[in-house]
C-alpha cells in the first residue's frame, strides 16, 4: 500500500513533534538542484533524469519526506518543503563530489553495470569515499524515520545504505530499487569490492530490478561470490553471529511514468499549438524524427548519428522532406568520457549538418538543453517517429513518455533491444543499435509505416503503458515490501 496520502499541514506538524517520517525515499540527489546566483529563477531546477521522472509523482502523492543531495558543493541546507514535498539536504564537499559521485558512481559503477560500453576505473580512494557517502545518507535517514518506517533506498549510488541502515535501525522496512541494469556475474566479477556491494544491498528487505535478468544476475553474484543459498528468490540474510537476521527477496518491478500527467498535457491546446509551432520552425517536413537523452555513451546517440548521416548520403532521406531533433541534456560534465562523448557527438552533427544542410531546411537540429516537461511532450506531438537507440539502458522512460503523449494513436517509435522498455513494449520496432543496416531499415520502416499499421502497434504500445503506469509500479513494490513483512514476522 502506497503511505497516507498528503494532509496540506502534516510536513509541519511532524517536524514540529519531531517525530519523524513513516515513510522516506533516499536517493542520490534531491528532486531538485540548485541553481548557480548567477541563473535566473528561485535557485532551483528539476533534477535530471528517470529517477525523479518516476518518484516524483509518487512523493508528491504521499506524506514523506526525501533525503538526498541538493546538487551543490560544499553547501550545508536545512530540511525544506518544496512543490508539496519535505526535502532533507544530504551535503557533499567538492572532493566528495569527485570521489563519490563522478568517480566511483559514474566512472565505475555506471560503466561496469552497463555492459562496460566504456573502461570502469577501480580506485580506492574513490571506494573509500563511496563508503563514507552511503553511511552519511544512511545517518541522515535513521536520523529521520519514524518508529518501524519504510525506507525506500534508490538506485546504484547507494547500494550500502540498506546494510548500514539496517546495522542502525533494525526497526525499519527497508526497499532498494537499482533503476540501471544489474550486470551478470562474470562483469560484476571484476569489482574489487563486488562482495561489499552484494552485503550492502542484501541489508534490505526487498531488492527491486527493472528486469527479471537482473534479478537473476543479482541472485546469481550473490551465490557465486558469498556463497549465499538462493531460493525462491530469496537470501537467508545472516549477522555477524551468524544467526539470520532477515530474508531479503530480490524481484523485478518495472518502472514507469506518470501516463495521466503526460496525457493531460498533450490535450492541452497551447502543447498542441506549440507542437505545430515546431514543425513549422523545421520547414514543415514530411516526417520529424526524434531523439531524447542525457548525452551519455550507454544511449547509443553516436550509432544513431552514423544511421542517419548514411541515410542522407544513400539519398534514402531527403533533408527537405525529414528533420532530425536530437535534444542532449547535459549530463556529469566533469567526467572525462562525457566530455569525449560530446566531442564526438557535437563534431558528427556538425559534420552532418555541413554536408547537407540548405539555407531553408536543417538535416539535425542539435539542442544541448534540458527542457520543461511541456517543451518535451510538445515535442513529442511533434515527432512522427522517435528514436530510441541505447546500447544498454535499466529502462529507457523517454520511450514511454513518447507514448503516453500520442494520444490519437499515430507515430512510430523505434527501440533498442537492450533496453529495459524492450521487455514490454513489443509493438515497437525492435533494432540491435550496433547493426547499422539493420537501424537504418527500421528508420526507413518507421518513416514509411502505414497509417493502419501505425495504429495497430501504437494502441497496443499504448494500453500497455496506461495499464501500468508509475503509481501501479510504486504500489507494487511498496505491497510487496508489506506482504513481504507481514509474511515473516509470522
Ligand atoms: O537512472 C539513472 C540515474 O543515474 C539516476 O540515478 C539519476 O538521477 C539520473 O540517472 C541522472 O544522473 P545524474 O544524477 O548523475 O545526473
Redo the contacts with the bound molecule.
Sequence with gaps: MLPEPKNPESTEQRTNQGTGYDFIVV???LPVDRVPDSEPGDGWRR??????TALAPVMNKTDGAWVGWHGAPDETLDAFDHDNMRLIPVPLTEHEVEFY?EGFS?ATLWPLYHDVIAQPEFHRTWWDTYRTINRRFAEATAAAADQNATVWV????LQLVPQYLREMRPDLRIGFFN??PFPPPEIFAQLPWRRSIINGLLGADLIGFQRPNDAGNFLRSARRFLGASVKQKQVHVRDAAGNISHIARAEAFPISIDVNQIQELARREDIIERAAQIRHDLGNPRTVLLGVD?LDYTKGITHRLKAYGELLTDGDVKVENAALIQVASP??ERVESYRLLREEVEGTVGRINGTFDTMQNTAIRYLHHSYPIEEMVALYLAADVMLVTALRD?MNLVAKEYLAARVNNTGALVLSEFTGAADQLRQALMVNPHDIDGLKESIMTAINLSPAEAGRRMRAMRRHIVDHDVERWSQDFLNALDQKAIRDDS
Excluded at 47 to 52: E, F, N
Design positions: 536517493s542520490n540527489r533534477s535530471p533524469g528517470g529517477l525523479v559521485y559514474n534508490q538506485d546504484y549510488q533503476h540501471i542525457r549530463s556529469r535499466g
